[in-house]
């Protein structure tokens, strides 16, 4: 255990999209700093646990706690939990009809009425981070897919989150504009940001993640450290689905 | 990351694009375009020669009639019965009635300064001088005054709206439209996609049966009916009627063309807002309208210039509007024999002004295209 602080816990979650179940009793604790890597085959529910996380989807039983404030129908608490968890989609999903200075600036000054100037400082020393401060007055149709991705980082660090959440943030982009987004994933990692991942990624689940969690069919099938994962699996789905993946 | 790559080092050849070449050359030139143009290849050829014919036929006499043998001067003498040009003396002398109805001739400056202050207005937006803030704010702030101009009131001597009429009418019934039925509009097809029932139900229930039955027929209930059903001692005038039923008319179809907008936003974008912690009335107006109404520039400038052809529709309540001004004019017994001049003149205005809209439009498209 890194550290005694919890940050995400989900216990008993489930969920169906109409009467297909799609996350069955999901047990899953986070702690502070720690680095989650999700994987598992299409269809498995990674991307709606991980929404989960932040409410983009509902569950219908069980209950999620995120830094000690429970999901609940809660409007304002989801909004506030919103506001503190990051996320990166695989779609990048930037705003189209602005600039990349105030898709980053748009969240501070809107949802946390953070004054202009402030938000623009902010914002200009994460595009520095993630290495794009000359895009700035860019809009996000003039951006390759890879630096889309990066403002996306930026953009959800703005926010200064607690957690970052990606969903499979490498899997719409060109094999040589991965690197540049995976090499950004590394540094945040490294700086201690809580962050869970959904990714086939497996070097980069090698390097930066504590644990990494294989689910298949809506369940979580196992649970390890990476090195025990990748060496030792301990299912034969989790075998197989490794053996596709690396070869 | 790790050790160099293994060709790192060796003797590479090194890759120069080649220079880029000019593109080959398009024929050029007069010959040249009317070759492309006109007659490139024999079925073209004979369009080009039937079509020079038509014009050859249609526009002398059309040239004739409206400007070579036209009577510019006179009085409603000048232009005999059977004369062969266009009688534009008739226009001159019929031009107030036509531009401001039957408004009385000693207040006559102020639907001329109100005109002037609209025309400004419009100079403003084609010109692109504001931001589109400010702009918006003086679209809905300019009417106001206008309409005080129009019909008196705190000062000025009030003018009945029973004498409001020609160009001015079509113009006030328009803008009022266009700056009520707009917002209203997207606020329909806002609840159109709500997830609660009941808005989505009310939203349903205002937008199809107003979809479903013809303007004339709205005006008409507007007119006639709706005094029938509001209280004893609730008076709303004839024109505010209309005006309502114009308005609630163009919202149903705004609605529509709003709700095709709201379609082509990815739900992608609501995911990307929700999770920066942002409300809904927040994402939906900074991040998903800006986008959809971008999306429907065309579609909501074609609403704006059907309903400003629309609002001709009025004459069947009693409400006379440029159109209905040419129609009275027309049967003025000093004057007859003169409907085509008021016809053409007409068209001409709606025209200009139509026209204008459109590539005001056109033009909106092209900077959103740059972007």
Redesign the interface.
């Given at each position: 255990m890194v550290s005694k602080d919890i940050m995400i816990q989900m216990i008993d979650v489930n969920k169906w999209y109409g009467n297909f179940h799609v996350l069955k009793d999901i047990n899953l604790t986070v702690h502070k700093g720690e680095r989650i890597v999700i994987c598992g085959p299409s269809g498995s529910g990674k991307s709606t646990l991980i929404?989960c996380i932040?409410r983009?989807e509902e569950h219908q039983e069980g209950r999620i706690i995120i830094d000690g404030t429970e999901l609940t129908k809660n409007?304002k608490n989801i909004?506030?939990i919103?506001?503190?968890?990051?996320?990166v989609?695989q779609?990048?999903?930037?705003?189209?009809?602005l600039t990349i200075l105030q898709n980053l600036t748009?969240?501070p000054i809107?949802?946390?009425r953070m004054p202009r100037a402030e938000a623009e400082k902010i914002a200009i020393k994460h595009l520095e981070r993630v290495r794009i401060p000359e895009q700035a007055d860019k809009?996000p149709g003039q951006l390759s897919g890879g630096q889309q991705q990066r403002v996306?980082i930026a953009?959800?660090l703005c926010?200064n989150p607690k957690i970052m959440?990606f969903d499979e943030p490498t899997s719409a982009l060109d094999p040589e504009m991965i690197k540049e987004v995976l090499d950004v994933m590394v540094e945040l990692a490294n700086e201690g940001i809580t962050m869970v991942c959904v990714s086939h990624e497996m070097g980069f689940a090698k390097t930066v993640a504590n644990r990494v969690v294989f689910m298949d069919g809506g369940e979580i099938v196992e649970e390890n450290e990476p090195n025990e994962f990748f060496n030792n699996p301990r299912w034969d789905r989790t075998q197989l689905f490794l053996s596709q993946i690396l070869s | 990351m790790s050790s160099p790559p293994p060709w790192s080092g060796s003797n590479l050849l090194v890759f120069e694009p080649r220079p880029s070449r000019p593109a080959p050359r398009q024929t050029v030139g007069m010959i040249g375009w009317l070759q492309t143009n006109l007659f490139n290849g024999w079925f073209n050829s004979i369009f080009t020669v039937i079509a020079l014919g038509f014009l050859w036929q249609t526009v002398p006499p059309i040239l004739s009639w409206a400007i070579l043998d036209a009577v510019w001067t006179g009085g409603s003498d000048a232009c005999p019965p059977g004369y062969e040009g266009a009688c534009w003396v008739f226009i001159f002398n019929k031009f107030r009635v036509l531009m401001v109805g039957l408004y009385p001739g000693d207040h006559l400056w102020r639907p001329i300064l109100a005109g002037g202050v609209f025309i400004a207005l419009a100079l403003v937006t084609v010109l692109r001088i504001l931001n589109p803030k400010k702009l918006i704010a003086l679209w809905f702030l300019i009417p106001l005054p206008i309409y005080w101009l129009i019909a008196g009131g705190l000062g000025l001597t009030a003018v009945d709206q029973s004498l409001w009429g020609g160009l001015m009418l079509s113009l006030g019934l328009a803008t009022i439209g266009v700056l009520i039925s707009l917002p209203l509009g997207i606020l329909l097809a806002l609840g159109r996609r709500s997830n609660i029932a009941v808005i989505k139900a009310i939203c349903v229930g205002v937008i199809e049966p107003v979809r479903g039955v013809p303007l004339i027929t709205i005006l008409f209930m507007a007119s006639v009916m709706m005094p029938l059903f509001l209280p004893v001692g609730l008076n709303i005038n004839n024109l505010l009627r209309v005006q309502i039923g114009i308005i609630l008319f163009s919202a149903a179809y705004m609605a529509e063309v709003v709700r095709g907008g709201l379609q082509a936003i990815p739900l992608g974008q609501y995911d990307a807002a929700k999770s920066l912690g942002l409300n809904y009335w927040k994402t939906t107006a900074l991040i998903v309208l800006p986008q959809a109404l971008r999306h429907v520039i065309p579609s909501l400038i074609g609403r704006c210039i059907a309903l400003f052809k629309d609002t001709t529709l009025v004459i069947i309540v009693g409400l006379l509007d440029l159109l209905g001004m040419v129609k009275a004019s027309a049967q003025d017994p000093e004057w007859l024999g003169h409907d085509a001049e008021a016809y053409v003149f007409c068209a001409l205005i709606f025209w200009i002004i139509c026209f204008s809209m459109s590539r005001y439009g056109r033009s909106l498209e092209r900077q959103k295209e740059e972007e």
């Open positions: 929404r932040n983009l409007l909004e506030k919103r506001s503190e968890v990051g996320m989609f779609s990048f999903n930037l705003f189209p009809h748009f969240a809107w949802a946390r809009f996306a953009r959800a926010m959440l | -």
